[in-house]
């Protein structure tokens, strides 16, 4: 079967990169175009990637010159890593051209018909895509922001076991979050930022409409989330202290089984990018940290840690991500991925491709 081939929208800024990064070697799927800046256009993607990962771009993407900003020729699958303020017309744009969309960007997250998508957690939100399709047979699945994604994997087996009613978070956000060029070494060294402009608004919404449901239309979850985002001195890894209500009573041995025992779906576990761990609990009670933990499964496992009683609320614990990976890049790779095995995203091959 030969492999998808993929457009990366915003390929030069932080996400971009790990997305060209993950797609390199692929199994299902072939990095055939590369769209970034005017600036960039017509020029080698390794000749104007600023790029931030170890050692250099991957070959493959590095040969690739950068197209504008129109309909990528030829491929069968757009993912945007794209800045929130071109996003929104610009997915639109392609999904109206026929193409399967999958967005890192916060612009069409709480659409009314766009699913809003953990692949461990809500996977069956995909069905809106058969009343969401455009007339051309284009769609946009998101990705929930970086932060988020932590959080609701963290509760998901809470969710499921004895449901939550109650969530305060405090997240500590690495400098990568703000993007390459987003944060300053003077404004973050001996510092701590207590302000993340519209962080806090979507960690207080996003949750309600991962864990709600899809009943012809997206009905969002019985959650009250009360949010504080932070900008810290950490490259990679957003670590967030949680504490929740729980609508049942539980012991902390039923709170660590619910969490210990949490896996993927099978179709989701068998999907390339998914973690062995989508939930990993440390027992340490230094642990998680960034720098120890947030490559753990390969970036996409979320660490929990600290599991105690809460004396405001029911339990509190700490929750560690890997912004760029799990929080973004990874993310929508595993989206695009469940679309593939689900049937919702097909090569064009031999069918006449788009363009």
Partial sequence: MPKLRVAVLGATGAVGQELVRLLDDHPWFSLAVLVASDRSVGRRYGDVVDWRSPGFPPRGASGLVIQALGRPPGVDLVISALDSAVAGSAEAEFARAGYPVVSNSSSHRMDPDVPLVIPEVNASHLDALQAARSSSGGFIVTNPNCSTIGLVLALKPLWDRFGVSQVQVATMQAISGAGLDGVSAGMISDNVLPHIP?????????????????EGAFLPAGLAVSAACHRVAVLHGHLEAVSVKLKSVATVDEVVDALESFRAAPEIAALPSSPPLPVQLHHRPDRPQPRLDRGAGRGMTVSVGRVRECPVLDWKFTVLNHNLVR??????????ELLVARGQVKSTLGAGARG
């Fill in 198 to 214: 519209g962080e806090e608004e979507k960690l207080e919404t996003e949750p309600r409409k991962i864990l709600g449901r899809w």
């Fill in 327 to 336: 929080g973004a890049a990874g993310a929508a790779l595993l989206n695009a």
